[in-house]
């Protein structure tokens, strides 16, 4: 799917420093933060000079400390995403089709197997999206 490099964050909870060694040292170019305030100082780490981070999520919690000081030795900017409006959404869905992108399913359930779906989801076995047919 285009990935060069995969880090576990379970496995390696210092993953700003396998991210470092993936790109000999030099950090990356972008990071979608979805972690928010308890995932940011290690995404701050990763930053390549100039690099940039899009803060779209809080999944982490909004709670802790962030310092800023990676972000400072390396020129590096924070762009909060804002989800949008209808017309937004809309634009976006037109741009989803005149570019024919679909999103990655790993495994399609029906309807009566959906608690196993569940199970399968929650057991993060999966790479891409877990789905329940109805019908």
Known sequence: ?????????????????????????KGVDCVVEVGGIGTIDRSMQCLALGGKIGM????????????????????????GIFVGNRRMFEEMN???????????IDKVFPLEDTVEAIGYFKSQAHLGKVVIRIG
Request: proline residues 5%.
């Open 1 to 25: 799917m285009g990935a060069s490099g995969l880090i576990n964050y379970k496995t390696h909870p210092e993953w700003q420093d396998e991210v470092r060694k993936l790109t000999d040292g």
């Open 94 to 104: 037109k741009a989803i089709e005149l570019n024919d992108i679909h999103p990655v």
């Open 56 to 79: 779209i999520g809080v999944l982490a919690g909004a709670e802790g400390e962030c310092n800023p000081r990676s972000l400072m030795l390396t020129g590096s900017a924070i762009h």
